[in-house]
């Protein structure tokens, strides 16, 4: 099947943008060319009805995302253009970045579950990385005589791997820490009370369902830990809620492709992204039709909203 939607798409709204050419009307020129007949428009947004976004989501509000409609051009050369989001869900506290009626203003909904980059506001940092910083800022302060505030905040610019030389005790299996993460986050959005009442106002997805953000290289160790009964026991609730599953060009592997055959088994929807932050990457959506013929779907198997 030919990837003819790409419903994941980030133009210079979205802070992490960098191609300042990634206007609405460029990118619709550029999938006009390349024959994709959907797209949808998918900014970080997060809406200021609900409290708990960070600095990042704080200019990235719904009101500022909504300016990309006054942003469209008359003639979308036969293309269904959607506008959309892309919120969060902070699974450390349970927040979804967005409200019911926030919902109303946009054509879908997508919601990560796996912003596992987003350390201290998605997912806590592991037990040893907390202890270092804590260690660290001690030394500063008795070293530069520097206020706890200062050094603290100079602790915090600290990675994980930087912080790995001063880790004592016992050790976190971190992949298996990020699976637990992963399986909590995704259940605990399924039973998040405005989840639902947002399901009556817009279709929603689940953009790169079990795919961790900045752990992409230990991401199939990651999946290991997880059983397939419990891919079962997840995707069964998701295709109870009418909530579809994001398809994009980073399916085509192994580990992810079974447990989106798990997912199909359960009779769940998907929807197509290509998560492009550039026109450039318009291109790559193509790169997600390897895994649909894997999967065997066909426009049956996919959300109603991003069919032509
Ligand atoms: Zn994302
Ligand atoms: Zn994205």
């Not at 037990?127 to 500063?140: D, Q, S, T, Y």
């Not at 079962?232 to 994001?246: D, N, P, Q, V, Y």
């Amino acid at each position: 099947m030919k990837a003819l939607a790409d419903v994941h798409v980030h133009n210079f709204l979205s802070s992490c943008c960098r191609d300042r050419t990634a206007t609405a009307e460029n990118y619709i020129k550029r999938y006009a060319e390349l024959g994709v007949k959907v797209l949808g428009f998918a900014n970080h947004t997060w809406d200021d009805r609900v409290a708990g976004n960070n600095e990042w989501y704080h200019k990235q509000n719904l009101n500022f995302e909504m300016q990309i409609k006054s942003q469209l051009p008359a003639d979308r050369l036969g293309i269904k253009v959607l506008i959309g989001a892309e919120t969060e869900f902070c699974g450390m506290t349970k927040t979804l970045g967005m409200s019911a009626e926030g919902a109303k203003e946009l054509d879908f909904l997508l919601i990560p579950h796996s912003h596992v980059h987003m350390k201290n506001f998605v997912i806590p940092d592991i037990p040893e990385v907390l202890a270092a910083r804590k260690k660290i800022k001690n030394k500063l302060m008795e070293a530069l005589g520097v206020s706890e505030g200062k050094a603290k905040e100079m602790a915090s610019r600290l990675n994980q791997k930087e912080l790995e030389p001063f880790f004592e005790g016992e050790r976190t299996d971190y992949p298996k820490y990020v699976a637990d993460f992963l399986v909590q986050s995704f259940e605990d959005l399924m039973f998040h009370p405005e989840l639902e009442k947002i399901l009556k106002v817009v279709p929603v997805s689940i953009a790169h369902p079990f795919q961790p953000c900045g752990d992409g290289a230990i991401s199939e160790e990651i999946i290991s830990h997880i059983s397939d009964e419990t891919f079962h026991r997840l995707f069964k609730m998701a295709a109870e809620r009418k909530i579809g599953l994001e398809i994009n060009p980073y399916c085509n592997l192994p580990h992810r492709l079974n447990y989106y055959k798990i997912a199909i088994e359960e009779g769940c929807k998907f929807t197509l992204g290509s998560d492009t932050h550039t026109i450039q990457g318009a291109e790559k959506i193509a790169e997600a039709e390897p895994a649909l013929e894997a999967l065997g779907l066909t426009e049956e198997n996919l959300m109603d909203f991003i069919r032509i």
